[in-house]
């Protein structure tokens, strides 16, 4: 009988096979995050000029969002957020609990937000959106060149202040 001995070769030729049979099926899941599911939310930022940069983290049941918009971009911060969320949802399987848009107001426009922060959190707590339509109306009419607008959406309120160059957008959760 013949005996076969085992040669340095063919030693590291199974260690090396091993060891990427390992790495695929424990990394599988990982790469095909990487690769495959993340690049499609890349490509929707790519395609809208709004969205300058992004980043998603966990947090808890559900997904943080973080956005920096182009303010000249942006007309409607709604129509622009919702279809956004949505692809998340799609990719991801889990719902965008926090929005958080980087971006600093002007000392003029962090305190009309100071003015219609109350009315904000009224019409949350309330349900009454009149008095927050009305309390934007009139911070509008006393500011020059201003549009100032809250979107109500499902999940979020959307909240967008311009006057003249300067921009404010904020995103509040409904509940």
Same mark, same amino acid.
């Given at each position: 009988?013949?005996?076969? +001995?085992?040669?340095?070769?063919?030693?590291?030729?199974?260690?090396?096979?091993?060891? %990427?049979?390992?790495?695929?099926?424990?990394?599988?899941?990982?790469?095909?995050?990487? %690769?495959?599911?993340?690049?499609?939310? /890349?490509?929707?930022?790519?395609?809208?000029?709004?969205?300058?940069?992004? /980043?998603? /983290?966990?947090?808890?049941?559900?997904?943080?969002?973080?956005?920096?918009?182009?303010?000249?971009?942006?007309?409607?911060? /709604?129509?622009?957020?919702?279809?956004?969320?949505?692809?998340?949802?799609?990719?991801?399987?889990?719902?965008?609990?926090?929005?958080?848009?980087?971006?600093?107001?002007?000392?003029?426009?962090?305190? %009309? +937000? +100071?003015?219609?922060?109350?009315?904000?959190?009224?019409?949350?707590?309330?349900?009454?959106?009149?008095?927050?339509?009305?309390?934007?109306?009139?911070?509008?009419?006393?500011?020059?060149?201003?549009?100032?607008?809250? +979107?109500?959406?499902?999940?979020?309120?959307?909240?967008?202040?311009?006057?003249?160059?300067?921009?404010?957008?904020?995103?509040?959760?409904?509940?």
């Amino acid at each position: 009988m013949s005996r076969k +001995y085992w040669s340095l070769r063919t030693i590291m030729i199974v260690t090396f096979v091993f060891f %990427i049979t390992t790495g695929l099926l424990f990394g599988g899941r990982f790469l095909y995050e990487k %690769i495959f599911q993340r690049n499609p939310l /890349q490509k929707w930022v790519r395609t809208n000029p709004a969205v300058t940069d992004f /980043q998603l /983290q966990e947090q808890g049941e559900g997904l943080s969002l973080e956005l920096k918009l182009d303010p000249k971009q942006v007309d409607n911060l /709604q129509t622009l957020l919702e279809p956004f969320l949505r692809e998340v949802l799609a990719r991801k399987g889990k719902a965008v609990t926090k929005v958080l848009i980087a971006n600093e107001p002007s000392p003029t426009l962090a305190e %009309i +937000y +100071y003015r219609l922060s109350f009315a904000l959190e009224e019409a949350k707590a309330t349900g009454e959106y009149n008095t927050l339509y009305e309390v934007l109306q009139s911070l509008q009419a006393e500011a020059e060149d201003a549009d100032f607008r809250v +979107y109500l959406g499902a999940d979020f309120l959307y909240v967008q202040l311009k006057q003249g160059k300067d921009a404010y957008f904020t995103v509040l959760p409904r509940n």
